[in-house]
Structure formats: C-alpha cells, structure tokens
C-alpha cells in the first residue's frame, strides 16, 4: 500500500512540475468527457420528451382518418373530403370486440369572449371517451356526460391558459362564455398538461360535446362528418384485431368491396411512439460514439507526451533500476501517471460537461431538451480511466524494458 502510495505521490509531482504541458494533454480527455456528457443529456432529454408525449396521448391506441377518394376519375389527396362519420364512431365502440374507448373529433379555431375579455384558441369537439384515452382530468368542475353529446348541449371545458386570460383568478366553473357568438356554459377546467413535444402549448384549448361542435360551431357541407376518430384498444395485443375488426366494419359500412381501395386510413401510433422512441436511443448512442472520439484523440495525446517523458527520464529510469527497482515498478509509475492525467482530465471534463448542459438547459432548453444524470458521467469517468491505462501502457512498457546500464549512460 506504501509503495502504491509513493507512486502516485512521483507521478503527481512529475506532471505538477510540467503543468502547461500536462493541461495540453489532458485537453482531449476533457473535450472528451464534456461532450460524451452533453450529448448523452441531449439524447436522454429527447427520450424523455417522447416519454411524456406518450403519456400524454395514451396508450394501445389507433387515429383513424379519411383516405384518398376519387370523383369523376379525379384522385383527391388523404383527407381532402372527409369520410368517417359520428355513426361509424358508434358503430366501432359497439362492435368491436377489442375495443375500450372510442373518440370521434372535429376542430377549428374560436374566439372566447368573456365580459370585456377574448381569447383566440384551438376548440376541439370530442366526446367522453377522449378523456379516459388521454388520461385528461379536471382540477374545477367536471367533465361533460355521454347525455350532453347526444343533447348537443352548450357545454365547454376550458383549459387552463384560456380560463386564465379570460378570468384571472376568478372561478370560471359555472359562469358562460360566448364561442364564435354562441354561448357555453363553463363545466370544468382542465389539469395543467403543459407543452407538448413540439413545443404546442396544450393548455391553450377549448373541449366541448362532438354533436355541438358540429351543429353550432363548425358546419359543413358534408353533414355528420367528424375529422378523426380516436381508438384505445384493450391492450397491445389487441391492437392488431381491433385494426382488422375496424377495417372490415368501415369497408362494409362505407360499401367498399372487392379491391376497391379504403377511403380511411388506420394508423398504430402506439407503433409510431415505440419506433421515435427506438430512434432517440439509437440517436443518442450514435451522438454518445461521436463524442467518444475525441476521448480516442485524448488519448492519442497522453501516449505521446508520455513517451517524450521516458525519454526525458531515461536517466532516471536507469538509477532507479541501479538501485533496485524491478521492471514491474518502472512500468507501475508510468501507468500511474497516464492514469493520473486522464482521470484529472475526466474529472475536469465532467464539470465542463454539466455546466455546458445546465447553460444549454437554461437558455434553449425549448429547442434542445436536456436531462442531465449520474450514470453518463459515472461511464465517462471509468471510460477515462481505461483510455488512459491502454494508451499509457506502450510508453510504460517501453521504460520499463530499458537497459539500466545504457540509461545510465544517455545524455
């Protein structure tokens, strides 16, 4: 343990007497770490993102959507005639066998009047079931029943950015709000959800019943029509029937046959969030191997100036074996030394690292999410460790297999 001791105690006496030089070396292993850290931060930030989108959407779920239909041989593009009806929504929540909840929508844009106070935002007109798909809940009030959808009632949930710049502080449960000239009674307010992925500010919404939206804000020529229709499945393994269950209901609902082409589109965005979600992993490691070569270079450095040291210290080396000192020893104090210089720089980097992602975290955090944890820096730091060993080991042995008689005598 002494001897162990002694040689880190020369090791550190010889790079303290050559600081500038030793600063230069370790630069590569400290350019190294920092950017192993803040790209790993970058990475474990966006995975966290696409966490929290997902939750936020729910979970097993299927987006049904109008498909490509064709008039007088003229080819519309997806979605340019809407096709999927509030009867098919019904149609699916009753006999699809795999089926949990279902959530025709439609939307557009108001404007929410309150006394002397308006508010332009996204109103979406959906029914009972997208709340328990999204996992949404209200902090005020309640949310409207399956009897209001079918009403048509004059009901809105607000969220909670819209209930803030129409009333402050005041309760907004109960009081009416005008939506495009027509007047709703506020039910309920909206947990906070804050921003989505991409930056969408989720609290900026209005909900009211589907049957509402569609008679009294947002009339069209194809009467019954809804944008979308949101489908949770049991679970996992049910998503792949419900998708077959839905497409043959829709096909004979829709009078589709033979070949005929679907005018729908059934998308798995449970399927769509795994693969984002495999993509940021593989995003992350190849930023993470990026960044890891300028550890490589790092250590490049430390093999370099350690061998312009053996040279340096020839004699030295050489006395050292005069008086006793075995192979092993000399090839011990200079695996220390690299190790030292590396792990200094590791040490160094690591700090570099955190106060770069904090900076980036406190200033662009909305374009480049950040989240900063142990386990990157604890792998930076023995990744360090074991550049500094590899690299340091051809120098050590090169001292190592010295003649002590010809090292005497080098000038």
Same mark, same amino acid.
């Given at each position: &343990?002494?001897?162990?001791?002694?040689?880190?105690?020369?090791?550190?006496?010889?790079?303290?007497?050559?600081? &500038?030089?030793?600063?230069?070396?370790?630069?590569?292993?400290?350019?190294?770490?920092?950017?192993?850290?803040?790209?790993?931060?970058?990475?474990?930030?966006?995975?966290?993102?696409?966490?929290?989108?997902?939750?936020?959407?729910?979970? @097993?779920?299927? &987006?049904?959507?109008?498909?490509?239909? /064709?008039?007088?041989?003229?080819?519309?593009?997806?979605?340019?005639?809407?096709?999927?009806?509030?009867?098919?929504?019904?149609?699916?929540?009753?006999?699809?066998?795999?089926?949990?909840?279902?959530?025709?929508?439609?939307?557009?844009?108001?404007?929410? $009047?309150?006394? @002397?106070?308006?508010?332009?935002?996204? $109103?979406?007109?959906?029914?009972?079931?997208?709340?328990?798909? !999204?996992?949404?809940?209200?902090?005020?009030?309640?949310?409207?029943?399956?009897?209001?959808?079918?009403?048509?009632?004059?009901?809105?949930?607000?969220?909670?950015? $819209?209930?803030? @710049?129409?009333?402050?502080?005041?309760?907004?449960?109960?009081?009416?709000? !005008?939506?495009?000239?027509?007047?709703?009674?506020?039910?309920?307010?909206?947990?906070?959800?804050?921003?989505?992925?991409?930056? =969408?500010?989720?609290?900026?919404?209005?909900?009211?019943?589907?049957? /509402?939206?569609?008679?009294k804000l947002f009339g069209s020529q194809f009467r019954g029509t809804v944008r979308n229709i949101m489908v949770q499945a049991y679970s996992t393994d049910d998503l792949e029937k419900a998708e077959e269950e839905i497409a043959i209901l829709l096909r004979q609902r829709?009078?589709?046959?033979?070949?005929?082409?679907?005018?729908?589109?059934?998308?798995?965005?449970?399927?769509?969030?795994?693969?984002?979600?495999?993509?940021?992993? /593989?995003?992350?490691?190849?930023?993470?191997?990026?960044?890891?070569?300028?550890?490589?270079?790092?250590?490049?450095?430390?093999?370099?100036? &350690?061998?312009?040291?053996? /040279?340096? !210290?020839?004699?030295?080396?050489?006395?050292?074996?005069?008086?006793?000192?075995?192979?092993?020893?000399?090839?011990? =104090?200079?695996?220390?030394?690299?190790?030292?210089?590396?792990l200094t720089g590791g040490i160094i980097g690591i700090v570099c690292g955190i106060g770069v992602a904090m900076l980036i975290r406190n200033f662009i955090t909305d374009f480049l999410p950040i989240v900063i944890t142990l386990s990157p820096m604890i792998i930076a730091?023995?990744?360090?460790?074991?550049?500094?060993?590899?690299?340091?080991?051809?120098?050590?042995?090169?001292?190592?297999?010295?003649?002590?008689?010809?090292?005497? !005598?080098?000038?």
């Open positions: &343990m002494i001897d162990i001791l002694t040689i880190f105690k020369i090791a550190i006496k010889a790079i303290w007497i050559n600081k &500038m030089r030793s600063i230069l070396t370790s630069l590569g292993i400290i350019i190294g770490v920092g950017a192993v850290i803040v790209m790993l931060a970058v990475g474990e930030g966006t995975k966290s993102k696409i966490e929290q989108q997902m939750a936020s959407m729910g979970s @097993n779920l299927l &987006m049904i959507q109008s498909g490509s239909t /064709t008039s007088s041989g003229a080819r519309a593009g997806f979605g340019a005639q809407p096709t999927l009806t509030l009867d098919d929504a019904y149609a699916i929540e009753k006999n699809s066998a795999h089926v949990s909840q279902v959530a025709p929508s439609v939307n557009g844009t108001g404007q929410i $009047v309150y006394g @002397n106070q308006n508010w332009a935002t996204r $109103v979406e007109g959906t029914t009972e079931g997208l709340f328990h798909i !999204r996992s949404w809940s209200v902090e005020e009030g309640s949310i409207f029943t399956d009897e209001e959808v079918r009403q048509g009632a004059s009901v809105a949930i607000l969220g909670r950015t $819209v209930a803030s @710049n129409l009333f402050g502080v005041m309760d907004p449960v109960g009081k009416t709000v !005008r939506i495009n000239n027509i007047p709703f009674r506020v039910s309920g307010i909206l947990k906070s959800m804050g921003q989505s992925a991409m930056g =969408q500010d989720q609290d900026d919404t209005v909900i009211v019943p589907v049957t /509402t939206a569609m008679k829709h009078k589709i046959t033979g070949k005929k082409q679907d005018d729908f589109i059934i998308r798995n965005l449970t399927q769509m969030m795994e693969s984002a979600m495999e993509a940021s992993q /593989t995003f992350s490691l190849l930023l993470a191997a990026i960044a890891s070569i300028s550890l490589l270079v790092g250590g490049i450095g430390i093999m370099n100036i &350690m061998l312009v040291s053996v /040279t340096e !210290r020839t004699r030295e080396i050489g006395i050292r074996m005069a008086i006793g000192a075995k192979a092993w020893d000399i090839r011990l =104090q200079f695996l220390v030394e690299a190790l030292v210089l590396s730091f023995i990744f360090s460790g074991l550049v500094g060993i590899f690299f340091g080991f051809y120098p050590a042995y090169k001292a190592s297999m010295l003649n002590p008689i010809d090292a005497l !005598r080098f000038e």
